[in-house]
């Protein structure tokens, strides 16, 4: 049998042709395993890829309102609208803003089909702390991105995000091809870094103070999570 494109199978679980852009990917994962099947808001989920383990909610300090990047569901978000503090997610997978959106129905909570960039490029709004959990902050240039989230901190904010650690000796852009290795290629990137390397980069973009480490995960052979909180000066 000849090999032609059109013999091949599809790649299985890759996108349809059609959706085969960086937002197509978000909704197939939003779509698929990337909704959190979570027993109980009440629990706390946290930063780390390991339910319950690492830092609560205190993490965030007193923050007077939140921005998400890169929201997903909100299962971290729903926890600081309980206690009256407005939230705003933003994501590009509207299956994730609809799960965000019932998950905070009643609550200081709204949510914006967006993408990052864009939406700190166009608000005018500041926060007292913006936030991404393995979202936004992961899969955009750092110094396209801090400069866009500093303006739109207020004096004071925090930005906190996780993801996980930089696979040693692969820094900075990381490239996957997440439609598989035929046919039109999606590129999806994600930017790596030490937490020494985070800390000159937020130090660069104006923030004045840097706390990144990665955290031990509760087996300490398996997997860490970087974490990173950097905050600005409180004069403007
Ligand atoms: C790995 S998921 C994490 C979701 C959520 N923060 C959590 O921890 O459950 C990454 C999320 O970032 C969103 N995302 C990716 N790129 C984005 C962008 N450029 N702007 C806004 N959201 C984005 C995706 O749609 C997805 O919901």
Same mark, same amino acid.
């Given at each position: ?160 995000? @996780? ?28 930017? @790596? ?39 600005? @000066?409180?004069?403007?």
């Amino acid at each position: 049998m000849t090999d032609t494109p059109a013999a091949r199978p599809a790649d299985a679980g890759a996108p349809a042709r059609d959706t085969w852009t960086i937002q197509g990917y978000w909704e197939h994962y939003a779509a698929g395993w990337g909704v959190p099947d979570w027993p109980d808001d009440t629990l706390w989920r946290g930063w780390t890829q390991y339910p319950g383990h690492g830092p609560g909610p205190e993490h965030l300090g007193d923050p007077a309102d939140i921005l998400e990047l890169g929201c997903g569901t909100a299962l971290e978000l729903v926890h600081y609208a309980r206690r009256g503090i407005p939230v705003t997610g933003i994501d590009l997978a509207p299956a994730h803003l609809d799960a965000a959106r019932t998950r905070c129905a009643g609550l200081p909570a709204e949510f914006r089909r967006a993408d990052a960039t864009a939406f700190l490029a166009g608000t005018e709004r500041r926060w007292g702390a913006v936030v991404s959990r393995f979202g936004a902050v992961w899969f955009h240039d750092p110094r396209r991105l801090l400069p866009l989230v500093r303006a739109r901190l207020s004096p004071g904010g925090l930005l906190a995000f @996780s993801h996980a650690p930089a696979v040693p000796g692969c820094y900075g852009p990381q490239g996957m091809y997440p439609g598989g290795l035929r046919g039109r290629p999606l590129a999806v990137r994600r930017w @790596s870094y030490t937490p020494r390397k985070w800390t000159g980069l937020l130090r660069a973009a104006g923030f004045e103070r840097v706390d990144a480490a990665v955290l031990p995960a509760p087996d300490p052979d398996d997997l860490g999570t970087l974490l990173v909180r950097a905050w600005l @000066s409180v004069a403007p």
